[in-house]
């Protein structure tokens, strides 16, 4: 089956607009990956601050090892 033009909204699209407009994901995909774009730089945010209290916590834990030895 060859597709040669197609009809939305009143507005007639030609074959290769009908390809591009099938190919957009669908909304939960889009609401999905703008969600994950917004959250990743919060994120991200968070990991780099409670890097350096964890490093100094493995630091303290390690010398208290080595006191009890």
Known sequence: ???R???VEGRVLSAKDVETLASVPSREVLLSRLVGGLASPITRL???LSGPPRKLVYVLESIR????S
Do not use: V
């Not at 090892?65 to 009890?68: P, S, T």
């Open 46 to 48: 968070a990991q780099a």
């Open 5 to 7: 033009a197609g009809f």
């Open 1 to 3: 089956m060859t597709l």
């Open 65 to 68: 090892k080595q006191k009890n």
